[in-house]
T-cell receptor, first 115, second 114 residues
């Protein structure tokens, strides 16, 4: 069973607030990812990390930022939330396999609503 | 560029009926292919994956998928659907390019009639 956690599960905040979405995994995975998913839509990769102190932007432009100071922790921050940031945010992790691409394990997601 | 197409946005089947969800991909070489399921309010759970070898792969919950290179397809099947299978299903492709980035399809929402 995947051990990847996201908090909070639901968040409703006002415009202009700074927020941090937490993501932690206990599997020792090097790779971690953040996806944005709108209802009925595909997942869009917004950030990924191959290990500590490694972060990259994904395919979908996002005003959020991430950090990877510890292997198990990959928080996402929005400095000033806007209604356009309303979405579901999914965190995932995978093993650092050299000769193959590992399965991604997903957290339960954070549903963010910005008023 | 890599892409994934799931032509069916919604599918409704009766409980006990067979199911096939379509997935077509675009990639220059043989990709890594995955099917995930997402229940309401939850993250994604892996059903099955294809890397190489036997083109018919078995997954959890009685699902299977067949890789057909000639059709660039990786369709998901289940011989008898259960009401608990109602969920959103995503096909994903990962190219062997070193980036390890998944490309997801838009998903197919499955409704099961009692």
């Amino acid at each position: 069973e995947a051990d990847i956690y996201q908090t909070p599960r639901y968040l409703v905040i006002g415009t202009g607030k700074k927020i941090t979405l937490e993501c932690s995994q206990t599997m020792g995975h090097d790779k971690m990812y953040w996806y944005q998913q709108d209802p009925g839509m595909e997942l869009h990769l917004i950030h990924y990390s191959y290990g500590v102190n490694s972060t990259e932007k994904g395919d979908l432009s996002s005003e959020s930022t991430v950090s990877r100071i510890r292997t198990e922790h990959f928080p996402l921050t929005l400095e000033s939330a806007r209604p356009s940031h309303t979405s579901q945010y999914l965190c995932a992790s995978s093993e650092n396999q050299v000769l193959s691409i590992g399965e991604q394990f997903f957290g339960p997601g954070t549903r963010l609503t910005v008023l | 560029a890599q892409s994934v197409t799931q032509p069916d946005i919604h599918i409704t089947v009766s409980e006990g009926a067979s199911l096939e969800l379509r997935c077509n991909y675009s990639y220059g070489a043989t990709p890594y292919l995955f099917w995930y399921v997402q229940s309401p309010g939850q993250g994604l759970q892996l059903l099955l994956k294809y890397f190489s070898g036997d083109t018919l792969v078995q997954g959890i919950k009685g699902f299977e998928a067949e890789f057909k290179r000639s059709q660039s397809s990786f369709n998901l099947r289940k011989p008898s659907v259960h009401w608990s299978d109602a969920a959103e299903y995503f096909c994903a492709v990962v190219g062997v390019s070193g980036t390890y980035k998944y490309i997801f399809g838009t998903g197919t929402r499955l409704k099961v009639l009692a």
